[in-house]
T-cell receptor, first 115, second 111 residues
Framework: EAQVTQNPRYLITVTGKKLTVTCSQNMNHEYMSWYRQDPGLGLRQIYYSMNVEVTDKGDVPEGYKVSRKEKRNFPLILESPSPNQTSLYFC??????????????FGQGTRLTVV | AQKITQTQPGMFVQEKEAVTLDCTYDTSDPSYGLFWYKQPSSGEMIFLIYQGSYDQQNATEGRYSLNFQKARKSANLVISASQLGDSAMYFCAMRREKLVFGQGTRLTINP
């Protein structure tokens, strides 16, 4: 089954404790991205990757890191989480960066709370 | 720069009525794709419909249609014969290199 898998689904952590949210897709997609969803703000892109070893900042990259060492995986790293990073996070993948006619497939979401 | 605007934070509609969700976009690129996604209360993102910038006809998928007016840069979603299960958040998105989303519209269908 074609899917994007995020883990964990729910996470409560303390300020400053490094964490990683994993994302894996099994569709051989080139383009992967991370979004955060906050009430009234919609989905805002954090980082995106057009292919292996190619990553770029989205609209709200501060406080986040990513890596794309393999095509299928795109982990999101919070080196020192703060309460303003409490949010619902989505990973998404799609066929290619320059291909406009393919929808994005989303993971189930990760609800992160930083206390 | 790409930008998507959804001006309706919330809408309330009677069951079986048609509903139009507004979306305007801004881009200088001639080639782009427009998408609508549904997010029910369970949280997942469900792809509904796609419209390409060069498509001559409006896209349709079952009860969903996209009213594409290129000159006005609008891509409104029309849901015909609304159902209680249509209650959800709806997001408009545009793709050139990045996939950019609007703020969303919360649709509530009343019985």
């Amino acid at each position: 089954e074609a899917q994007v898998t995020q883990n964990p689904r729910y996470l409560i952590t303390v300020t400053g404790k490094k964490l990683t949210v994993t994302c894996s897709q099994n569709m051989n997609h080139e383009y992967m991205s991370w979004y955060r969803q906050d009430p009234g703000l919609g989905l805002r892109q954090i980082y995106y990757s057009m292919n292996v070893e190619v990553t770029d900042k989205g609209d709200v990259p501060e406080g986040y890191k990513v890596s794309r060492k393999e095509k299928r995986n795109f982990p999101l790293i919070l080196e020192s989480p703060s309460p303003n990073q409490t949010s619902l996070y989505f990973c998404a993948s799609s066929l290619g960066a320059g291909v406009t006619n393919t929808e994005a497939f989303f993971g189930q979401g990760t609800r992160l709370t930083v206390v | 720069a790409q930008k998507i605007t959804q001006t309706q934070p919330g809408m309330f509609v009677q069951e079986k009525e048609a509903v139009t969700l507004d979306c305007t976009y801004d881009t200088s690129d001639p080639s782009y794709g427009l998408f609508w996604y549904k997010q029910p209360s369970s949280g997942e993102m469900i792809f509904l419909i796609y419209q390409g910038s060069y498509d001559q006809q409006n896209a349709t998928e079952g009860r969903y249609s996209l009213n594409f007016q290129k000159a006005r840069k609008s891509a409104n979603l029309v849901i015909s014969a609304s159902q209680l299960g249509d209650s959800a958040m709806y997001f408009c998105a545009m793709r050139r290199e990045k996939l950019v989303f609007g703020q969303g519209t919360r649709l509530t269908i009343n019985p």
